[in-house]
């Protein structure tokens, strides 16, 4: 089965880094867009960024110039490196990636969700 693995989370001080990695994993034909989205208590799920295979990037307002986000295609991987935290920043990330695999065909799968908390 397509599974989407996260890492990274974790409690970090506002002004802080952290980087979250999901790899994909079920014997993947190809990727497509992978990205990361996030919800906070009692809000809905926002996208935070994506990336497309070529590299291109979209990047959602409030993290732009904090947030990069970064794939490597060899390893069906994509990585969020969050710089200058803020406690808006508190949420559950989730990845996300729009994949061919051959067990089952074309799909959008998510991760579980990784914990980020910004607090001093």
């Known amino acids: 089965q397509v599974q989407l693995v996260e890492s990274g989370g974790g409690l970090v001080q506002p002004g802080g880094s952290l980087r979250l990695s999901c790899a994909a994993s079920?014997?993947?034909?190809?990727?497509?867009?992978m990205g990361w989205y996030r919800q906070a208590p009692g809000k809905p799920r926002e996208l935070v960024a994506s990336?497309?295979?070529?590299?291109?990037?979209t990047i959602e307002e409030t993290v732009k110039g904090r947030f990069t986000i970064s794939r490597d295609n060899a390893k069906n991987t994509v990585y969020l490196q969050m710089n200058s935290l803020i406690p808006e920043d508190t949420a559950v990330y989730y990845c996300?990636?729009?994949?061919?695999?051959?067990?089952?065909?074309?799909?959008?799968?998510w991760g579980q969700g990784t914990q980020v908390t910004v607090s001093s």
């Open positions: 079920g014997r993947i034909v190809s990727v497509n867009v």
């Open positions: 996300n990636a729009d994949l061919s695999s051959v067990i089952t065909g074309y799909g959008h799968y």
């Open positions: 990336i497309g295979r070529s590299g291109d990037t």
